[in-house]
């Protein structure tokens, strides 16, 4: 037959073509198994119906369908009968079987030999029906029953089956009398079983408690050594999975198993410690989340970035692989590194700007003002791309102003410089051949910038020798023209030349001393 639906029973599976279970309003539990003969299987030919039952202690009631050939049974108080018969032709056969015992698997065997069939529709059509009655209990159905390893077999392999039934029922009762204390023979019957056919293992109906007490003995022993090695290290977060994969190993040991473990306390620890560094790297999580979004951080989330890095700091190394969003903490570092960045450009750019702004104006920048513009130049100069960018263009112009500035103080001082030179030059005391000289130095001193002449520091010294040059000229042509009158005199004077002679002598006595000394025919006079 086709496999069944599979439903786990007792240690035990439905397995059928067809299989259907369902409570109607009434409570009832049924379970319909059809075989045809496009399956294969000619149930003309055969003799006998063999399966297990298990079922939990109800009562079956009778349901007959309409044309179809039915089998059917169902425990009285006592004993449990199977009734067949072909209700075509209003036919029913029960068939007595030994009383079934309750809560366990129970081997059944029912000969067909009575079923008559009137046609191949009917073969083909066949279906048999269990269906019984359950109990409700707090909304909850309590009785149940189950079917497994149904078969059709001919009586040539009747005796073979029963006699593997029987191997396995009589397997099933030393397993009943096995406990945990028992190790040997737990593994003897191990053995015994996987020894048996498929048909017998189906008659062991506790097989599950083998299973159990196979767990027990060999998987609980090997679990508990498994747990001590890893409780003697220290256990770190990095041991999460092993933890874990005890726990699930534990888990699937039957309860039993469970039961013999000594170890369980010492994985409870272990889960503990786990579940502390889990908690811390949660909260880490937690910290990290409640930040801002990165595009939304400023430098007033410092405070809790830092906080939230400090944290992550603090966890153990194994731990810190919990925590899941660091990416999201490192983004707002960045963020506030970026931050802080721009304020310290823009920090530096304003010191630079008060710096600049300090200066006096280019129109009264003096050598006494170089240093001061040093050191603003050298803070600009300081300064990163990004931070000069910052600088504001005034200040930029202005320091271009000034450097400009304090370059022509420094060139009008040297021009001013080179004019006092040149009159320091001058003889101490001029005579009129020095007035090529003056007039040079009086020439340097007028090409100068109204700023360079107010560097200039013997200008008196310049404007006395030309004073005195210009005083010594005027002696001379004084003179000169005195000498003029003297010169015109008669070379004979005569009473007619008394005025002429007397006018000279007024001119003379009009000049000063340095002009009458220059009078050379002052004798003619």
């Not at 009762?173 to 293992?201: C, F």
């Not at 909260?283 to 595009?295: F, Q, R, S």
């Not at 080179?418 to 003889?427: G, K, Y």
Request: hydrophobic content about 50%; some cysteine; charged content about 20%.
């Amino acid at each position: 037959f086709a496999k069944w639906t599979k439903t786990s029973v007792a240690g035990k599976k439905t397995e059928g073509a067809y299989s259907l279970r369902g409570t109607s309003p009434e409570g009832t539990v049924s379970v319909h198994f059809a075989f045809h003969s496009t399956e294969g299987w000619d149930f003309s030919k055969a003799e006998y119906l063999v399966f297990d039952f298990y079922y939990t202690g109800m009562s079956f009631n009778w349901v007959n369908g309409v044309n179809d050939q039915n089998i059917g049974f169902g425990p009285t108080t006592t004993w449990h009968d199977m009734g067949y018969g072909n209700i075509t032709n209003a036919g029913m056969q029960t068939h007595m079987m030994s009383k079934l015992v309750p809560n366990q698997w129970n081997h059944v065997v029912i000969p067909l030999g009575a079923i008559k069939l009137t046609s191949e529709q009917l073969v083909h059509n066949l279906r048999f029906y269990w269906e019984g009655c359950v109990t409700t209990i707090a909304g909850k159905n309590v009785n149940q029953f189950w079917i497994d390893d149904i078969r059709i077999v001919n009586a040539n392999g009747l005796d073979t089956l029963v006699s593997q039934a029987n191997a396995g029922k009589d397997l099933a009762q030393v397993i009943s009398g096995l406990t945990v204390d028992n190790p040997e023979g737990i593994a003897a019957a191990k053995a015994s079983y996987n020894a048996l056919s498929d048909t017998a293992k189906a008659s062991v109906f506790n097989a599950s408690l083998l299973t159990d007490l196979d767990q027990a003995t060999t998987l609980a022993p090997a679990f508990d050594a498994k747990v001590k090695a890893l409780s003697e290290t220290e256990i770190t977060y990095a041991d999460k999975a092993e933890i874990e994969a005890l726990r699930a190993e534990y888990t699937a040991l039957s309860a039993t198993a469970q039961g013999v473990v000594t170890t369980l306390a010492d994985l409870q620890a272990m889960e503990a410690i786990i579940a502390a560094e889990a908690e811390k790297a949660a909260a880490v999580e937690a910290a990290i989340a409640a930040l801002p979004a990165t595009d939304d951080i400023d430098l007033s989330n410092k405070g809790a970035v830092d906080a939230a890095r400090d944290a992550y700091t603090a966890l153990a190394d194994d731990t810190k692989v919990a925590v899941t969003n660091l990416a999201v903490l490192e983004a707002a570092e960045a963020k506030i590194r970026a931050l802080e960045q721009a304020a310290g450009d823009a920090e530096k750019a304003a010191a630079v700007d008060a710096a600049i702004t300090a200066l006096k104006d280019a129109a009264n920048i003096t050598v006494d003002d170089e240093a001061a513009i040093a050191a603003a130049e050298a803070m600009y100069n300081g300064l990163t791309d990004a931070q000069k960018a910052l600088v504001k263009a005034d200040s930029l112009a202005k320091l271009t102003a000034v450097k400009a500035a304090l370059a022509q103080d420094k060139a009008d001082r040297e021009a001013a410089a080179q004019v006092d030179t040149t009159i320091a030059a001058l003889p101490e005391t001029v005579a009129v051949t020095d007035k090529a000289a003056v007039t040079a130095a009086r020439d340097a001193y007028t090409a100068l910038n109204d700023k360079a002449k107010s560097y200039v520091t013997k200008l008196n010294v310049l404007v006395a020798a030309q004073e005195a040059i210009a005083k010594m000229e005027k002696d001379i042509a004084d003179a000169k023209a005195v000498e003029e009158k003297i010169a015109a005199l008669p070379k004979t004077i005569t009473a007619a030349d008394a005025d002429a002679v007397a006018a000279a002598r007024a001119a003379y006595r009009m000049l000063n001393a340095e002009a009458k000394g220059l009078v050379a025919n002052i004798a003619v006079l």
